[in-house]
């Protein structure tokens, strides 16, 4: 199993015992990531990752004079175990996932940090159950076969994002983030230490308060996720997010060794390059830019995915996997990156949530009587009809459908169309969970919580992570600091999106006041083009045509033993005309088809 995990580093600790072998891989360079057992050897722990309030948790002890002020936070995790119980990985600030024995009582507990930022995967056959970070590693045991799920094919087809505890395979299962799996005796349970869902908006609060308290909390994610004597970097979008980073790093005494890596394209409609220059030259960053390529944006798409153990439908991973790649070259051993504050604070596809509340106020049986025909036809053509009738489906889905296809998935007649009789399961079942049990009362945070359970872990910080894990990098991501997500829910929606005017986008105006004089006014006042994203639509009509047709339509092509063929050659030949309302319709299929040659 190590071999495969040789991404993470190439030194191994493992713990073997009659029951049990634990193991971790890391680099030599990492101080946390470690094997730790208590006194007793009774509890025993495998823990990949970072903890950022070590000293927090170590004083929050009863018993802490058992053991030595640590200078890592996983040192602690035996004894808040003990005495803790299943809450301790409550108030744990950081980016990680834990395996942990009890001996004593003969359970195992799997558990993924409150968002979601590291991965970890199980599989069960009779008594033997089998877990890592990696889903190769588990499929090298032999313990399960490579088979894929038709039910989770659907989700990955029609939802944001493929959601724990599903994973593409039959009998592969995954840790859900804030949560933790509990296996004693041959039972499987499930343990949520972070009740996220039990927040509601606090409707006392102030503009001029919230604005302080984000700022307080949001100044506090990033200087404790800053640690002395590493050689650090930033990624520079050219956003509001990246930008509020930047300003709090270089406050820091790392400021003046402090680089910058941004990625820009000579296609200007596509590029933010000069709101990152904006950042390069206000804080006198050292620029490290890429100006990405057809070339090396398919050779990141190839090398890429090879680390995820899920497809995601973002092409945006080449280019992490690219930004990444320059981290390493430059030297740098950390990287700050700003994902997470669309999901909690609203960014543009927001505005679609926005756009329909006066109409959704109508009952549903009578919107759905009205436009019902547009659900069922929903369209996806480029057209301005098109586009109307989509509105009018929105008016006429349910609350489930309608905040979960925001985000582009494929239609139901997409779907049908690809998948035959094939088509398994409900794909919003994971979201109808999620949003059923939140106390959040405003439309805008219903949305946004439902982003940030499903679309952030499971999409964004997943390929951020392994992408940054493929060249030796450590990122860190300070808008997923749980304290900070927690305050931006109790931030009731009015102050977070209104409609857009003269003087603003509309958008995540709670986190701009908050950072308001921390960073320039050309940034704060104006909305970037696409970060770190691509333009693939443009480059797979052109340079990387022959790239496309390939592997979608070459005889070893692999999508095409799950997916009619001729529905997927029909959904190419719409994109090349320009027909579709988005390039995601072939990125998701070109992504998949490359996902699957390394694991089916």
Not at 63 to 75: H, Q, R, V, W, Y
Not at 175 to 192: D, Q
Not at 234 to 257: E, P, Q
Not at 574 to 593: M, T
């Amino acid at each position: 199993m190590a071999g495969t995990l040789d991404f993470r580093g190439n030194h191994v600790s493992t713990h073997l015992d009659d029951d049990f072998v634990l193991g971790v891989t890391f680099h030599s360079r990492e101080a946390d990531t470690k094997l730790v057992v208590d006194e007793e050897r009774s509890i025993i722990a495998a823990c990949e990752g970072e903890i950022y309030n070590t000293d927090q948790l170590y004083n929050s002890l009863k018993d802490k004079e058992l053991i030595p002020k640590p200078k890592s936070g996983f040192d602690l995790i035996p004894l808040l175990y003990a005495e803790k119980g299943y809450k301790f990985p409550r108030n744990i600030n950081g980016s990680f996932t834990i395996a942990l024995w009890d001996g004593k009582s003969k359970t195992l507990l799997l558990i993924r940090d409150h968002l979601g930022s590291h991965s970890l995967f199980y599989t069960l056959k009779k008594d033997l159950i089998c877990f890592s970070t990696r889903i190769k590693s588990i499929l090298e045991t032999g313990c399960v076969e490579a088979r894929l799920d038709y039910g989770s094919l659907t989700q990955y087809l029609a939802s944001l994002a493929l959601s724990p505890p599903k994973t593409m395979f039959k009998n592969i299962f995954a840790v859900r983030p804030g949560h933790m799996t509990i296996l004693n005796k041959g039972n499987i349970s499930e343990y949520a230490y972070w009740p996220i869902h039990e927040v509601s908006e606090d409707r006392d609060g102030s503009r001029e308060y919230f604005s302080e308290k984000l700022k307080e909390l949001f100044i506090d994610a990033v200087s404790i996720r800053i640690r002395k004597g590493e050689k650090t970097g930033a990624l520079v979008s050219g956003g509001v997010d990246t930008s509020a980073i930047v300003s709090v790093l270089s406050r820091h005494s790392l400021a003046d060794n402090l680089k910058g890596f941004s990625i820009a394209f000579e296609e200007r409609e596509y590029s933010d390059a000069s709101l990152q220059h904006y950042i390069y030259k206000d804080y006198d960053l050292e620029p490290c830019e890429i100006i990405l390529n057809p070339v090396d944006f398919s050779r990141a798409l190839l090398e890429g995915v090879i680390h995820l153990d899920s497809p995601v439908n973002d092409v945006a991973y080449a280019g992490m996997y690219v930004a990444m790649e320059n981290v390493s070259k430059a030297g740098c051993s950390v990287v700050f990156e700003g994902e997470g504050s669309d999901e909690i604070f609203c960014t543009g596809h927001s505005m679609g949530e926005l756009s329909v509340q006066k109409f959704i106020s109508f009952p549903f049986v009578l919107r759905q009587l009205l436009f019902g025909w547009a659900v069922h036809h929903f369209p996806d053509g480029s057209t301005i009809p098109d586009k109307v009738i989509r509105l009018l489906g929105r008016i006429g889905m349910s609350d489930l459908e309608r905040r979960s296809t925001w985000i582009p998935g494929f239609t139901p007649k997409q779907r049908r169309l690809l998948l035959g009789d094939r088509e398994y399961g409900t794909p919003f079942e994971t979201a109808e969970e999620y949003y059923g049990r939140t106390r959040l009362n405003d439309f805008i945070n219903i949305y946004q919580y439902g982003l940030t359970k499903l679309f952030l872990p499971d999409d964004l910080l997943f390929k951020n992570e392994r992408m940054a894990a493929a060249q030796g990098i450590i990122n860190r991501t300070p808008f997923i600091d749980y304290r900070l997500v927690e305050q931006a829910f109790r931030v009731p929606g009015k102050f977070k999106l209104a409609r857009p005017s003269a003087k603003s986008d509309g958008t995540k105006l709670i986190f701009k006041k908050a950072i308001q004089g921390m960073i320039p006014d050309e940034i704060l006042h104006r909305k970037k083009s696409r970060g770190f994203s691509q333009p693939s639509g443009i480059w797979f009509k052109g340079p990387l045509r022959s790239f496309v047709t390939d592997h979608l339509f070459s005889s070893d092509t692999k999508v095409t033993d799950h997916l009619d063929p001729s529905a997927v050659r029909r959904i190419y030949e719409r994109q090349l005309k320009g027909e579709l309302s988005g390039d995601y319709f072939l990125n998701s299929l070109l992504i998949l088809e490359l996902w699957m040659r390394q694991y089916l």
